[in-house]
């Protein structure tokens, strides 16, 4: 039986999410482009907000052990009419303790399939800092795809890195 239960986050439960997401930004400021200090001063007000405004076009899966939030992943849909087959994967963290057991590809399986089946996406989109081995490796497995390369994409304090751009076709 798998101890960990994968889920799209409730509304009530964002407080709870917000501790995972400060932990993240803490754990590996260069791979995501928030910085700690940004997200304490906006709170959690304004991703509460994008939930509830996108609906079933923008949410967050959680992995759950015991009821603690340990990994997370959010998926959002273009809404733009020209661009409304495309989705972008957000967010991917998983806390140190519970890595290499697979938490994260089940987490992205869920995005992924959340994204085809609800979303009825044809393209999901994703960036990831080149540094992030582990996460890239993930992805390609996933069948997502290297499609470009941004030089000096993120700077935490002295240290610059690129970032990769990725696609999975959605068949």
């Not at 700690?36 to 959680?62: C, H, M, S, T």
């Not at 409304?84 to 519970?98: E, K, N, T």
């Not at 995005?111 to 540094?131: F, Q």
């Amino acid at each position: 039986m798998d101890p960990y239960e994968i889920r799209m986050l409730e509304n009530h439960e964002i407080e709870s999410w917000f501790d995972l997401r400060l932990a993240a930004l803490k754990d590996a400021p260069a791979a995501f482009l928030e910085t700690v200090d940004e997200a304490k001063q906006f709170g959690v007000e304004p991703y509460l907000k994008r939930l509830i405004e996108g609906g079933k076009d923008n949410v967050l899966f959680v992995c759950q052990d015991r009821g603690e939030i340990v990994g997370s992943v959010g998926v959002v849909k273009n809404t733009r009419k020209k661009l409304s087959h495309s989705a972008f994967i957000w967010g991917v963290y998983v806390m140190p303790d519970y890595r290499k057991k697979g938490i994260a590809r089940m987490l992205m399986n869920q995005a992924i399939a959340y994204a085809k089946e609800t979303m009825k996406v044809r393209v999901i989109h994703l960036s990831v800092a080149e540094s992030q081995i582990a996460a890239t490796q993930l992805y390609v497995s996933l069948g997502f795809e290297i499609w470009g390369r941004q030089p000096n994409a993120i700077c935490v304090g002295d240290l610059v890195y690129p970032e990769l751009h990725m696609s999975k076709q959605i068949p």
